[in-house]
């Protein structure tokens, strides 16, 4: 069974960059597509990006000058690194399984900008 | 690229059938057989329910169905248990030159 599993601070500072990890167990991170996705208190949920194991990826243009995914097959992680952040950025931020299709997610975890 | 829309709530009693709807454009919904749809109980993560329009993971109740009519896609939920309401979002692929989007999301309660 497929488990994916969101690491990194729950605290950021405004205008710092937030940093996520997500570590695949039970399979391989190769051939597949992994995105991140978030969603704000009591908001709905936002696609940020995706990444391929070969490293190509896609965001979302309103995210996209500030995004950056990033993969590593070695240690079955990929990563999520998210600049200038605001306060609206405070989100559950979740991994995901997938590009069109998100069958495996990680629990989420809730990151909070604020000084 | 704007979400895709779906309605705010929708209600139904226990063995009602509910179907939640799921409106994009001939860019996506319109365009592709490849809306997915999302159940999100409070305070957990998603869980895939439909796939491809109409196909349902190993595991989910048949209770469950898709299907699609020009730029609207449909969930629909039949026999209705009290362990189905939740928040429903649907996705759909929009193309290789834009980005996937999810619907606004839709919390169904069961009366």
């Known amino acids: 069974q497929v488990q994916l599993q969101e690491s990194g601070p729950g605290l950021v500072k405004p205008s710092e960059t937030l940093s996520l990890t997500c570590t695949v167990s039970?399979?391989?991170?190769?051939?597949?597509?992994w995105s991140w996705i978030r969603q704000p208190p009591g908001k709905g949920l936002e696609w940020i990006g995706y990444?391929?194991?070969?490293?190509?990826?896609n965001y979302n243009p309103s995210l996209k000058s500030r995004v950056t995914i990033s993969v590593d097959t070695s240690k079955n992680q990929f990563s999520l690194k998210l600049s200038s952040v605001t306060a609206a950025d405070t989100a559950v931020y979740y991994c995901a399984r997938g590009r069109i299709v998100f069958d495996y997610w990680g629990q989420g975890t809730l990151v909070t900008v604020s000084s | 690229q704007s979400a895709l829309t779906q309605p705010a709530s929708v209600s139904g009693s226990p063995g009602q059938s509910i179907t939640i709807s799921c409106t994009g454009t001939?860019?996506?919904?319109?365009?592709?057989?490849?809306v997915s749809w999302y159940q999100q109980h409070p305070g957990k993560a998603p869980k895939l329910m439909i796939y491809e329009g109409s196909k349902r993971p190993s595991g989910v109740s048949n209770r469950f169905s898709g299907s699609k009519s020009g730029n609207t896609a449909s969930l629909t939920i039949s026999g209705l248990q009290a362990e189905d309401e939740a928040d429903y979002y649907c996705y759909s692929y929009a193309g290789s030159s834009t980005f996937e989007v999810f619907g606004g999301g839709t919390k169904l309660t069961v009366l």
């Open positions: 039970g399979g391989s991170i190769n051939s597949f597509y």
């Open positions: 990444i391929y194991y070969s490293g190509s990826t």
């Open positions: 001939s860019s996506d919904v319109g365009s592709y057989n490849l």
